[in-house]
């Protein structure tokens, strides 16, 4: 149960630190484009998801950083929707945890 708990605050700081990461490159006129967080916050979780790398062959080394950005961009949607989904997940064993103590406090 402690090493349960353990993982998840360590997904959490995982998070809080990719997100501490990329706040700065979002900034712009004093307000922060959350889409763009969003998608840069979920880069690192959605490459490992990704099944097939799309490689450019006999073309320029324009095309070439085209599908490598594009590539990065589709990553970070699927990881932004991993990354809520986790989250979502975390919220629901918290609250279960919580109802959990409670109940056991009460007896």
């Given at each position: ?13 995982e ?21 763009k ?24 080394v ?6 490598l ?39």
């Amino acid at each position: 149960m402690k090493q349960e708990i353990f993982c998840r605050m360590i997904f959490l700081t995982e998070v809080f630190l990719w997100i501490v990461i990329f706040y700065p490159f979002c900034v712009e006129a004093g307000t922060c484009d959350y889409l763009k967080l969003w998608i840069l916050v979920g880069i690192p979780f959605g490459i490992r998801k990704m099944q097939i790398w799309i490689v450019p062959r006999n073309k320029d080394v324009g095309s070439t950083i085209a599908m490598l950005v594009f590539q990065m961009l589709i990553g970070g949607i699927i990881g932004g929707v991993v990354l809520v989904w986790k989250l979502f997940l975390l919220l629901v064993f918290m609250v279960l945890q919580l109802y959990r103590g409670i109940k056991k406090l009460i007896k």
